[in-house]
């Protein structure tokens, strides 16, 4: 099933002390989004016409209140 969403995010460089060759990847990124609908591990997510697969997911909820999600992305 296809379901598009849009969320406010921003793109980012992964933080090159979290590469390590396997799971997390030189060419991997960084997405922070806007909390609501949850992406998915496997989830294909596109920024700007270039398509992104999400490759983990966390959530930021400082006092246990969600506030944004923090994806590995790769294209």
């Known amino acids: 099933t ?3 969403y849009t969320a406010l995010a921003v793109l980012l460089d992964i933080d ?3 590469v390590n060759g396997g799971s997390v990847m030189s060419t991997d990124n960084t997405l ?4 609501g609908s949850k992406p998915l591990i496997g989830d294909v997510i596109t920024v700007s016409t270039v398509d ?3 490759i983990s997911v966390a ?3 400082p006092a246990g209140v969600p506030v944004v999600y923090d994806l590995q992305v790769r294209s």
Do not use: G
């Open 52 to 54: 992104y697969q999400v």
């Open 16 to 18: 090159r002390s979290r």
């Open 2 to 4: 296809v379901a598009n």
């Open 59 to 61: 959530e930021i909820n």
């Open 32 to 35: 922070l989004m806007e909390v």
